[in-house]
């Protein structure tokens, strides 16, 4: 048996159903296991939240309720006044790099931060990329934004590694992109728009405001191609607050909420 912690909570993975006691006796929050147990849940190892692209920018801003709308349009003023955000439809070495730089000192900003961009990227991946990034008004340069992997094949669009200096960030940097990223989507015709891959445990791998953000823009989670399917069990006196989704198709994907 293993125990880290991840977050704030304590993640036991295990191997047999004997070590199910040991790990509450040494206050798991949480039980991993890569064979089935009885009594746990399906537990994909990796999900996406996807939005079907709405036909309508404006309209679909409209659906949300007047606070949500509120927030969004204020957030967009608020970034607007600090930058512009641009399209790069064909993104050139030097911009990947100016990009790269504000990236790297993020991740290296994050307690857990691994996600770290393959040192061949540019060569490799960048003509399956736009990037949509915010240039400061005063000085042009680069202040944030995300790389947007386009399918073709699925008419979809995903956003991919994307960082945001700190006032931007504040200012609601992830906001203002992310109505960039529809509206382009709505003008190249892509049917859905991915907000991206995650590990699938919030309040531990991943902080719960980043699903609860994922899923106020009516995103649908869906387990991608490169999950593998675990088990999950709680341990019913964790006080933590954590979630996951389990399931074994997107249709049967069920969020699990503990003292959330």
Request: charged share 25%.
């Amino acid at each position: 048996m293993e125990l880290i912690e991840s977050g704030e909570i304590k993640i036991a993975n295990i191997d047999t159903h004997e070590d199910i006691s040991k790990a509450y006796e040494e206050g798991a929050d949480i039980i991993l296991s890569s064979t089935e147990l009885e009594g746990a849940l399906p537990y994909p190892t990796k999900i996406n939240f996807q939005l079907d692209t709405p036909s309508d920018l404006n309209l679909f801003l409209e659906s949300f309720e007047s606070s949500k709308r509120s927030s969004i349009n204020k957030r967009i003023r608020e970034v607007d006044n600090l930058s512009e955000a641009k399209v790069i439809e064909s993104i050139s070495l030097g911009e990947f790099e100016e990009w790269l730089i504000g990236y790297n000192n993020f991740i290296a900003s994050l307690p857990h931060g691994n996600n770290n961009i393959p040192e061949d990227w540019f060569n490799t991946n960048s003509s399956k990329h736009i990037g949509i990034f915010l240039f400061e008004k005063n000085t042009n340069k680069i202040i944030g934004g995300t790389l947007v992997k386009k399918f073709n094949d699925s008419s979809r669009l995903s956003m991919s590694y994307a960082w945001y200096r700190d006032d931007v960030r504040q200012a609601g940097g992830s906001t203002r992109i992310v109505t960039e990223v529809i509206k382009y989507a709505i003008a190249n015709e892509f049917k859905l728009v991915s907000f991206g891959q995650d590990s699938n445990l919030y309040g531990g791998h991943l902080p719960i405001g980043l699903m609860e953000f994922k899923k106020s823009w009516q995103t649908k989670p869906s387990i991608t191609s490169n999950a593998e399917i675990q088990y999950a069990m709680v341990n019913p006196n964790s006080t933590k607050k954590f979630c996951f989704y389990s399931g074994k198709t997107s249709e049967e994907l069920l969020l699990q909420k503990y003292n959330v």
